[in-house]
């Protein structure tokens, strides 16, 4: 009996030793590209929403990875008003993860009419998304 009781101990520790007793884990990139506890590339979202800071916003999901603005009048230009979304595409950190839409209107006789947006906005408020997104990358990898 006293040899049953002295493997059961040795068994019991055995398991218990191997239920996290030790305290080495991976290690973890903080700055890896793909960086989602939101649903969505965080360098990405977080750039998203500086680079519109500027802008009201309508809707932000970060499950989703959805930004939408308000109308926003630029007081240099009163007689136009744009509208941005800005749709975060993928987990990673890369230029297609990205997409920006915009809907501009200009003021005719008191109405706001549709009026074309020039592609080159579109492209320059995404590599600015991308530029900052990278940079908080960086950041990230510095610390």
């Known amino acids: 009996m006293r ?3 002295f493997a059961l ?9 191997g239920c996290g007793g030790g305290k080495e884990r991976p290690a973890t ?4 590209s793909q960086v989602t506890t939101i649903g969505v590339n965080s360098y990405l979202w977080r750039a998203s929403l500086d680079a519109l800071s500027f802008m009201p ?7 989703g990875g959805v ?3 308000d109308w926003y009048v630029n007081p240099n230009t009163p007689g136009e008003r744009m509208k941005l979304t800005v749709s975060i595409l993928d987990q990673d950190l890369r230029a297609d993860a990205l997409r920006v839409a915009a809907a501009r209107e200009v003021n005719q006789n008191g109405q706001w009419v549709s009026a074309a ?4 906005t ?3 408020l995404e590599a600015i998304i991308l530029t900052k997104a990278r940079d908080l990358r960086r950041s990230a990898i510095a610390e």
């Open 117 to 120: 947006t020039k592609a080159a």
């Open 3 to 5: 040899l049953n009781g």
């Open 57 to 63: 916003l309508v809707q932000t999901d970060s499950a």
């Open 9 to 17: 101990m040795m068994v019991s520790g055995l398991a218990l030793a």
């Open 122 to 124: 579109v492209q320059k």
């Open 29 to 32: 990139d903080l700055a890896a």
């Open 67 to 69: 930004i939408v603005t």
